[in-house]
């Protein structure tokens, strides 16, 4: 077998310099599963720069497949539970893989994906010594330092003195410090410092400069030590409807991989203000079992209730993830809340199936209590809260079966399973079912859902691939679900399906044609009730796309999209239009890399906006809405001064057609333009 | 407990046919794409797809939906080859209860023409049946239909039912309605089928479907579907022992709960 894989990697030699010629790079499936990930989030917007932290992560320090074991390849995010174990067998069973061209013969790897990760994994030989000193790893180790400053140039009314002073007590400007150091995946410690726009920057008794700072220290692998964390880091576990700090969606780029890929304890030091825990996580164990543990204690940003006979100082009415502290109710809305968490994971590893057992506790200085209406009746309040959940997954064949029980502190069960079957190496299908019914309580929670929060849904998933010929690729998923509660703005039980066709042509490695279609039912509650009686509104949501991409020379790269959204409701009707024009310079070996962006955009209305991703400074990623009447433009350039200094500049605007004022309250801006700079400055020692 | 029945039993048959059948029409598809399907149960079907009876076989299905006995479907079938690649097969379906019920009785001819084409034609005797005292109403009408074997892997199928004017009984206005149907399928290995269509039914809207059958062993298939009619959701299995084959499906819907249909065919020759 071992001389038939060096044929093969004989036979397919001169497919190699073709790995860095594709037009779906490293970047065009970050960008594929961001779009994803925001156009299913609805309102609640996903911490995408966490996802682009933990991207580029993986390109500065690729995976090595010959010594990763299930851990480190479960926790990168690229492969599916089918696809790791098919690879831990190959190793097994031949030994370490000569180059990435042999994962060709290793089932479930197709040509495809085997480029699309070419830039994030190696089967090389790395110097990897169990026993490196911490001198010797201080000193090998990579340094990186990040400056990036932004700025709106438009003047907000946040910032204008309107009588009683700015309400914005900072400047425009936001400001990012970051500090990280690696070793091999071994040793890592980081650092953050971060105030955004209108924040204020001082120094003082109750300022200490920056608005957010984070950071952790992380060392792996140390004898029967997996992962110790000390700082800042987020753990996820099973299908995460017990914790789940990463953000999950209603579903993924690929409809038939719709099992979670949690990663455990990782460490953190991105700069969304609410999506870390902070204390100490620890990771232990050796072949099939593991145990972690964890202890947070952190300071949040609540909505305090205000202090009265009737409610009493010790209540708030909601918690604030905006991360923002620009006014001075923001201001006092900072940190006043303590949370002490506090939890466990036992997991027991097999052949083919995995079992794991998670439990966590957690305790506020403060109780809260919401302003009760009838569809938040049975949602948390209090000071504490339990939860405790089985996840299972079993491989046998071509078969993956994979889900997750749970219940709260009131003994109520939410569950989720799921299979995944390939049924041909060119068809796979899958489907998922949940239930979470509306009195469960759990805010840590994170699995497949079409809300904001696991409660209250129930629902059937299910996703084709077919995949003909190395050409054609169809994607088909179906989601049924219902809300058997009421939701917010929603006065009776209600009921949705989505349904998303995409047919993909790649004629070549330079040229990839693709066409969606999406259809989204739902139903909601008016803004404002034309009707006497509680009504519901149903909702029709239909999208069509068409995206160009082409790599014309070695330099050039040119992408063209154009979307239509049609929304109809019971009382509504609008339409969207957008089409845009990228075009890249990417020349290899060059200083330079250049990505311009036009776009034109015609929607009637906020509901028939259009979800787009768009290129950003490294480890940041940008996602834009658009809507209304406009154009937008786009310029974003990298420069590199020396092998280990880079300069990134973006400037981006969007000029509206038939607005005078853009935004609201704080936030608007007098005329029709709107505008945004950012340069950032890397360093890499 | 109905529900952890309808759980218990799901499968499906793959060579069958499962109707929610609006008999107004003639024929409607149910579970799945009904008109791309091959074999006896294109006796109630896409008459067509009975080329694929080789021998002499006879069959029996029945259908609950949501388990209401007054919605139930029952049906038996029976094909035979009058000469290598031309069968004929009669078809006797019945819908609803003693006070509203419709009864189809109907016989087809198949033929295959050359290796692309096959053709079918059913000739339908419909009746209607309306409570104790307001008596019953007979008509024939007839349905067509087309299979083209485009490839090895891929084909296609077209089903036209009562295309003609046909009022429903003397002296009304309404007509039998007219129903469509094309699917087409695609299959790679012997052991995978899917296919995609869609049907209209006069006056009323499409109706798109998707189903994909499974066969993970030779005499074991599974089947699942998404559809956009009244069971949104189907899934079962099928299993053959010796010249029987049985299977089991159900759909099922959020609000209106599990439709299930078991099925029941005979060889007189084996199936595989």
């Known amino acids: 077998m071992k001389s038939y894989c060096i044929f093969l990697v004989a036979y397919f030699i001169y497919v190699i310099p073709s790995f860095s010629q594709v037009v779906n790079t490293e970047e065009g499936s970050l960008e594929t599963k961001a779009e994803q990930l925001v156009s299913a989030s609805g309102d609640e917007q996903p911490d995408l720069n966490y996802l682009a932290d933990a991207w580029h992560e993986l390109s500065e320090n690729p995976l090595n497949l010959n010594k990763a074991g299930y851990d480190e390849l479960m926790s990168c995010g690229l492969f599916s539970e089918q696809q790791i174990s098919a690879l831990l067998m190959h190793r097994e069973r031949y030994g370490k893989l000569l180059t990435l061209i042999e994962l060709l013969v290793v089932p479930h790897f197709e040509a ?16 990897d010594e169990p026993n490196t000193g911490l001198g ?20 907000k009314r946040g910032y204008l003195n309107e009588g009683d002073g700015a309400r914005y007590q900072g400047d425009p400007h936001s400001l990012l410090v970051r500090y990280k150091f690696n070793f091999m995946r071994k040793l890592s410690f980081a650092f953050a410092a971060e105030k955004d726009e209108g924040e204020v920057f001082r120094f003082s008794k109750s300022r200490k400069g920056f608005d957010f700072y984070t950071g952790h220290f992380a060392i792996r692998n140390i004898g029967k030590i997996r992962l110790l964390t000390i700082g800042d880091y987020q753990i996820s576990y099973g299908q995460g409807l017990v914790i789940n700090g990463a953000f999950a969606s209603g579903s993924s780029s690929d409809p038939v991989s719709i099992n979670a890929v949690t990663n455990g304890i990782r460490p953190y030091s991105s700069t969304g203000e609410s999506m870390f825990k902070r204390g100490i996580a620890l990771s232990m164990g050796k072949q099939k079992f593991q145990f972690d543990g964890f202890l947070s204690y952190r300071k949040l940003d609540a909505n305090l209730n205000e202090a009265d006979t009737l409610s009493g100082p010790d209540q708030f009415s909601s918690f604030q993830t905006s991360g923002l502290h620009r006014t001075d109710a923001e201001i006092q809305d900072q940190n006043a809340l303590t949370e002490l968490l506090y939890g466990g994971h036992v997991r027991y590893k097999g052949r083919n199936f995995n079992f794991g057992l998670t439990g966590y506790g957690s305790r506020y200085n403060l109780a809260l209590l919401r302003d009760r209406q009838a569809y938040n009746q049975f949602e948390f309040s209090g000071k504490h809260l339990l939860g405790l959940g089985l996840n299972y997954s079993y491989l046998f064949r071509n078969v993956y079966l994979f889900g997750e029980t749970a219940i709260d502190k009131n003994g109520v069960p939410a569950t989720l399973n799921g299979i995944i079957l390939s049924a041909d190496s060119k068809v796979a299908f899958s489907v998922l079912h949940r239930h979470y019914p509306y009195d469960y309580i759990n805010i840590y929670s994170g699995p497949f859902r079409k809300s904001s929060k696991a409660i209250n849904e129930t629902g059937i998933y299910s996703g084709l691939s077919i995949k003909p010929s190395r050409v054609w690729s169809l994607l088909l998923s179906y989601d049924q679900f219902r809300f058997p509660w009421l939701k917010y703005r929603v006065d009776a039980p209600s009921r949705g399906s989505d349904f998303t066709l995409q047919l993909l042509y790649q004629p070549s490695r330079n040229t990839q044609l693709t066409f969606r279609f999406t259809s989204r039912n739902g139903e909601t509650g008016f803004d404002d009730n034309p009707f006497l009686t509680s009504r519901i509104d149903r909702t029709l949501h239909r999208g069509y796309r068409i995206h160009i991409g082409s790599k014309i020379s070695k330099t050039f790269s040119l992408r063209t999209r154009a979307e239509f959204i049609r929304y ?7 339409n969207g239009f957008m089409i845009y024009q990228d075009i890249h310079y990417h020349p290899m070996n060059s200083r330079w890399k250049i990505n311009l962006r036009y776009v034109m955009m015609d929607t009637d209305d906020y509901d028939s906006r259009i979800y787009a991703y768009e290129n950003d400074v490294l480890y940041s990623f940008s996602m834009s809405a658009y809507s209304d009447s406009g154009s937008r433009m786009l310029f974003n350039v990298r420069y590199k001064l ?5 300069v990134w500049f973006r400037y981006a605007a969007t000029f509206y057609n038939n607005r005078q004022t853009i935004g609201s309250g704080w936030d608007e801006i007098q005329g029709n333009r709107k505008s945004d700079l950012t340069l950032q400055l890397r360093l890499v020692l | 407990m109905k529900q952890l029945f309808s759980i218990l039993l799901f499968g499906a048959a793959l060579h069958g046919t499962l109707y929610a059948t609006d008999f107004t029409s003639g024929h409607a598809p149910g579970f799945g794409n009904v008109v791309a399907r091959k074999g006896l149960w294109s006796a109630v079907g896409n008459p067509a797809g009975l080329t694929a009876v080789k021998h002499l076989e006879a069959g029996f299905f029945y259908r609950n939906q949501m388990f209401l006995d007054e919605l139930s479907i029952k049906g038996v079938a029976l094909a035979f080859p009058i000469a290598p690649g031309t069968p004929v097969a009669f078809g006797l379906q019945r819908f609803g209860y003693h006070l509203y019920n ?3 009785f109907n016989c087809s001819l198949a033929r295959r023409f050359g290796e692309k084409v096959d053709a079918g034609i059913s000739f339908d005797y419909l009746n209607y049946t309306f409570g104790n005292e307001y008596g019953s109403v007979s008509l024939i009408t007839a349905t067509a239909g087309l299979n083209f074997n485009l490839s090895k892997q891929i084909y296609a199928g077209v089903m036209l039912s009562a295309p003609a004017d046909i009022y429903t009984f003397h002296g009304s206005d309404e007509l039998l309605k007219t129903n469509m149907a094309a699917a087409i399928g695609w299959s790679p290995g012997s052991h995978l089928v899917v296919s995609a269509g869609v049907s209209k039914v006069q006056d009323q809207r499409h109706v798109f479907a998707l189903d994909i059958h499974y066969r993970p062993y030779r005499r074991f298939d599974l089947i699942a579907g998404i559809s ?24 099922y819907h959020f609000q209106l709960g599990f439709t299930p249909q078991i099925t029941l065919s005979y060889s007189f020759k084996n199936f595989i």
């Open chain 1, 136 to 155: 010797r790893m201080l000193k090998d180790g990579t340094h990186t330092i990040v400056l990036r400053t932004g700025l709106v140039p438009e003047q």
């Open chain 1, 642 to 646: 020396s092998s280990s200094v880079d």
């Open chain 2, 102 to 104: 419709q009864t189809r």
């Open chain 1, 568 to 574: 109809r409701s019971d009382i509504s009707a609008s």
């Open chain 2, 228 to 251: 956009s009619d009244l069971t949104p959701f189907y899934f079962g299995y099928s299993f053959q022992l010796s010249k029987i084959r049985i299977g089991m499906v159900s759909g």
């Open chain 1, 112 to 127: 495809e994906f085997i480029r699309s990760i070419s830039a994030l994994v190696t089967t090389g030989t790395d110097i």
